[in-house]
């Protein structure tokens, strides 16, 4: 097995024709470069240089070799290249759960900024409830998630808080409380509602329950919903009214009245999290660009 560093220093020879100079730029004394390229020539079993008695030419066995000699580096250059982009978290894939309330702005704004500074990760989508996020990261079925809190059970899961946002009354524009600027939770007790089913999502049903119960009503619910899309689809078509994240119901303009909730029970928070166990360099770089997005978000929300 030939080193580099031997590959290297026969470049140097035969690129200038010259022990002297070769050595020069190789930073080392003649004899030892000499005598090194010698055992080459023994290991390999072929004369590379003309000598005579100093170097006139390449042999043909010479010039096929510092071809293939200068591939050899290249190759190596990039190899540790893309090991180092690969530790770097530039190069490589990475699978990212994700619940769908964030589609409305987050998670395609995470997207564009990622890619465009990481074009060399591919990024392996997968919308799922918290709990299906949970069981994807402990069997090693996704590397991070972005989910709805609280978490029931996670247990070896870390939770890193990500966006915090309130929950507001949501109805059909024709509903008779839409004309009003804001609403009471009690004021909603008698309505049909939407709400998101209790094993796709444990903690944010727990947390609507527990606000009705504050408000003094068990909400009566006649659709259960998965995502955050079958809840405004429902509302928007007249099935009941929901409680839903003020980003995310703000940006279905034309198919959902959104209200402030007041009073007892309120407010109701919805937050964010990242989830994940063990973070490969492709994760740990994706985390930490969801984190300055998401700090550049707040600053623009309260510059505006």
Same mark, same amino acid.
Request: hydrophobic share 45%; charged share 20%; proline share 6%.
């Given at each position: 097995?030939? $080193?580099?560093? +031997? ?68 190759? #190596?250059?990039? %190899? ?6 690969? #530790? ?11 619940? $769908? ?17 990481? *074009?060399?990760? $591919?990024?392996? +989508? ?10 994807? +990261? ?5 590397? @991070?998630? @972005? ?39 009690? &004021?909603?007790? $008698?309505? *049909? ?17 527990? /606000?009705?119960?504050? #408000?003094?009503? @068990? ?22 009214? #929901?409680?839903?994240?003020? +980003?995310? %119901? ?9 209200? &402030? @909730? ?6 109701? *928070? ?14 740990? /770089? ?19």
């Amino acid at each position: 097995m030939i $080193d580099l560093r +031997l590959i290297r220093q026969y470049v140097a020879v035969a690129e200038t024709l010259n022990f002297r100079k070769a050595a020069l730029r190789l930073n080392m004394s003649q004899p030892p470069l000499s005598l090194a390229i010698r055992r080459l020539e023994e290991t390999l079993g072929v004369e590379l240089i003309h000598r005579n008695p100093c170097i006139t030419k390449l042999t043909a066995a010479g010039e096929v070799f510092l071809v293939e000699s200068r591939r050899t580096l290249e190759q #190596a250059e990039h %190899a540790c290249e893309a090991a180092r982009r690969s #530790a770097a978290g530039a190069v490589g894939s990475v699978r990212l759960g994700f619940v $769908d309330s964030t589609l409305s702005s987050f998670l395609p704004a995470l997207l564009r900024s990622f890619q465009s500074t990481n *074009p060399g990760v $591919d990024i392996q +989508l997968m919308e799922a409830t918290p709990p299906e996020q949970i069981e994807g +990261l402990r069997n090693d079925q996704l590397d @991070i998630g @972005i989910l709805a809190l609280p978490v029931m059970d996670a247990g070896n899961i870390r939770l890193e808080p990500l966006i915090e946002d309130q929950m507001v009354a949501v109805l059909p524009e024709s509903h008779h409380l839409a004309k009003l600027g804001s609403l009471s939770l009690t &004021e909603l007790a $008698d309505e *049909p509602w939407v709400l998101f089913a209790q094993h796709h999502s444990p903690g944010m049903h727990s947390r609507i329950v527990q /606000a009705c119960a504050e #408000a003094g009503f @068990i909400p009566h619910v006649v659709q259960h919903s998965r995502q955050m899309q079958t809840t405004g689809g429902l509302v928007a078509g007249e099935i009941g009214v #929901a409680l839903m994240p003020r +980003l995310y %119901a703000q940006s279905q303009p034309g198919r959902l009245v959104c209200r &402030e @909730i007041t009073g007892p029970g309120t407010p109701v *928070p919805y937050s964010l999290s990242l989830a994940y166990r063990e973070l490969s360099p492709c994760a740990q /770089a994706l985390r930490a660009m969801a984190l300055l997005l998401n700090q550049e978000l707040r600053k623009s929300v309260v510059i505006a």
